[in-house]
């Protein structure tokens, strides 16, 4: 069982900045794949980044040149840093940790609120 918490959410104005931490228990973080999603009010739940155990990384088209997902295997950690925020970010935010191989299992955090308002 993999424990993930997710933490940096808050308030912030359009065109400001935020950064989130996802931190997971456990020994074999460096070889897992780490992603995060977002919910906005009333919306399904949607992609918005990913990092490898290679550090290879993915983003969804909405958030490319504004987010940047990175990780720190000495703390167990993936950070998102957010920038340029605009009212359209507004979401919970999640953590996903995924296995790899063999068994790629997903475990989820509980969600950050983000609100971009003025």
């Known amino acids: 069982q993999v424990r993930v918490v997710e933490s940096g959410g808050g308030l912030v104005q359009p065109g400001g900045s935020l950064s989130l931490s996802c931190a997971a228990s456990?020994?074999?973080?460096?070889?897992?794949?780490m992603a995060w999603y977002r919910q906005p009010p009333g919306k399904e739940r949607e992609f918005v980044a990913i990092i490898t155990s290679s550090k290879n990384t993915n983003y969804a088209d909405s958030v490319k040149g504004r987010f940047t997902i990175s990780r720190d295997n000495t703390k167990n950690t993936a950070y998102l840093q957010m920038n340029t925020l605009k009212p359209e970010d507004t979401a919970v935010y999640y953590c996903?940790?995924?296995?790899?191989?063999?068994?790629?299992?997903?475990?989820w955090g509980q969600g950050t609120q983000v609100t971009v308002s003025s």
């Open positions: 456990g020994s074999d973080f460096n070889r897992a794949a």
């Open positions: 996903k940790y995924n296995t790899g191989l063999p068994n790629l299992r997903d475990y």
